[in-house]
């Protein structure tokens, strides 16, 4: 047996282990059984007969039929804790033939000797029988004939009794397992679930790490060309980067309210202004309402890139820009849409796209939505759909 099975033996016995209160409520239901037995042998009308035919209506034999009931049962309130211990030793979870036939071997001879044991204190608490008095009646049989004739089948009583107590200590086992199988089930599906959610949030903060870079090396590169041209723009497109830069460092958190991503999107639209000089033309639609709703972090910021890079990057005329947020049917809605060359036939995404596409789908799995289109009019159109959550309504979901 290796030192793994000994621990799990070591761990199961410790589970079905007898409380101090499963001792207490059985003491109270042997207590209780014997009781009610002695009652009932005081007031039964079968017991004053036998008693009448050993010892000739003396009352002190049928007080004597009630303290055997005590000390019977005593006797058993006794035996049950070493039964319970050899059902939660060698019980096992499943029934085999040879754990069968082993207690039932064990069953008949606890019950002969409890039996005797019996017979024995009963010659002790009830008085020797006596012949009956002329005043019986003679066909009573002898008192002797009675006592060999129960004498001899009475352990099956004590063996039935064995075996309820066997029954007893078996059913509770298989319960207290399979409860601590439940327990066990429900801690590692919690494990399992952490581990989930470790392992996304170290996806989502890999797709984070890409993003960031690659909007970084677009910024400078746009700012390296304006140096000489505009060198107060550049100044003021490396205070927006700087702010830009502290927000990704400081904020760790995966979703913020829209207010907060579009104060980022405007600060990264100051330094796309600079560089396009008068030839765009942003617009940002929104609703008050909207601005406790929870966003991906910078989620916007790599829609309006790609925006810039694919659609007005080439063009000779204005650009125009509307980013749009509206509420639809549960979800919330991002829009971005451009008036460049629109997108090709065959759509290849870049960084941008592809890293948000696959946060959305670790945040919010199946209920999102990406697509990329053509727009009415000429232009790209790239609309972004997820559920609508708060941060009340998000935390509340999380607890439930």
Known sequence: MTDRQHEAGGASGSITRLTPGEILAIIAFWAFLAALTAAGRLIDPRVAAVAAMRAALRPEVTSGFANLALVEYALWAVLTLPIFWMTRRFGGDRPTLKRVLVFLVIGVVLAVAVDALLQVISQQVMPRPVLPPPGLPRHLPPPQRVRGLFSRFSF?????????VLGAGLARNYIVRYRARLDEARRLQAEAAELHAQLAEARLNALRTQLNPHFLFNTLNAISTLVEEDPRGVRRMIARLSDLLRHTLEGDEQEIPLARELEMLRRYLDIMEVRFQDKLE???ETEASLDDALV???????????????????MQTAGRVAVRVVREDGDLVLTVRDNGRGPAKEVHEGVGLTNTRARLTQLYGARQRLALTAAEGGGALVEVRFPYHTTPQRRSARNA
Not at 156 to 164: E, G, H, N
Not at 305 to 310: Q, S, V
């Open 282 to 284: 942003v617009s940002i």
């Open 296 to 314: 991906p972090n910078l989620v916007l910021q790599p829609l309006v890139e790609n925006a810039f890079r694919h659609g007005l990057a080439l």
């Open 156 to 164: 099956l009583y004590d063996f039935m009794v064995y075996m309820v």
